[in-house]
């Protein structure tokens, strides 16, 4: 069946600029996670949906950063005033039901590049 | 979570076995050994976990030592396709512990 997928799969802006990251997680998952990689280090979580709610957010690193989930399915993440320190790849994942079981299938992410 | 430390880097044959090492001489009684890997370009991939026993998968085994403090994932007859950033993570399963914490892994290299 369908994995997670993302849009864009590359993303250059200016920096200053707004940006929308989209995940289209596997259908029926209902808990969905934003994770940020920088070159050269681990993914690093950002923010946890159960359902509609961000159940955790406390891995964004600043306001700038807010993310949406409003039918509990497609999430986006938001960024607003870019800022070159951005520049990573967001990854987005899925799981059936992270209180028994933390397989979480992930997308293959979007590059951010902030000029 | 406990701490896990990984090598930065190995090399197999391809088609030996590959033994990727994993630390984490920290772990309580109640948190599970996960390992995840990312191909280049691509969203890490669950591999396996197991609790204290030895777990096998179609993909790979995972022997985590008697005392739990150290782990080895086994790939048993190693690919090109399998030279990826291998994960060892530890966490707790269950209740709302949801945050999968990355260390920078290790790197390997299958080599014809």
């Known amino acids: 069946g369908a994995g997670v997928s993302q849009t864009p799969s590359n993303k250059v802006t200016e920096k200053g600029k707004y940006v929308e990251l989209r995940c289209d997680p596997i259908s029926g998952h209902t808990a969905l996670y934003w994770y940020r990689q920088s070159l050269g280090q681990g993914p690093e979580f950002l923010i946890y949906f159960q359902g509609t709610g961000a159940a955790d957010d406390s891995g964004l690193p600043n306001d700038r950063f807010f993310a949406v989930r409003p039918e509990g399915s497609v999430s986006t993440l938001k960024i607003q005033r870019t800022e070159r320190g951005d520049s990573a790849v967001y990854l987005c994942?899925?799981?059936?039901?992270?209180?028994?079981?933390?397989?979480?299938?992930f997308g293959p992410g979007t590059r951010l590049t902030v000029l | 979570d406990a701490k896990t430390t990984q090598p930065p880097s190995m090399d197999c044959a391809e088609g030996r076995a590959a033994n990727l090492p994993c630390n984490h001489s920290t772990i309580s009684g109640n948190e599970y050994v996960y390992w995840y890997r990312q191909i280049h370009s691509q969203g890490p991939q669950y591999i396996i976990h197991g609790l204290k026993n030895n777990e096998t998968n179609e993909m790979a085994s995972l022997i985590i030592t008697e005392d739990r403090k150290s782990s080895t994932l086994i790939l048993p007859h190693a690919t090109l396709r399998d030279t990826a950033v291998y994960y060892c993570?530890?966490?707790?399963?269950?209740?709302?512990?949801?945050?999968?914490?990355f260390g920078k892994g290790t790197l390997l290299t299958v080599n014809p």
């Open positions: 994942a899925s799981s059936l039901n992270p209180r028994t079981y933390n397989e979480q299938f």
């Open positions: 993570i530890v966490i707790y399963s269950g209740g709302s512990n949801y945050k999968l914490t």
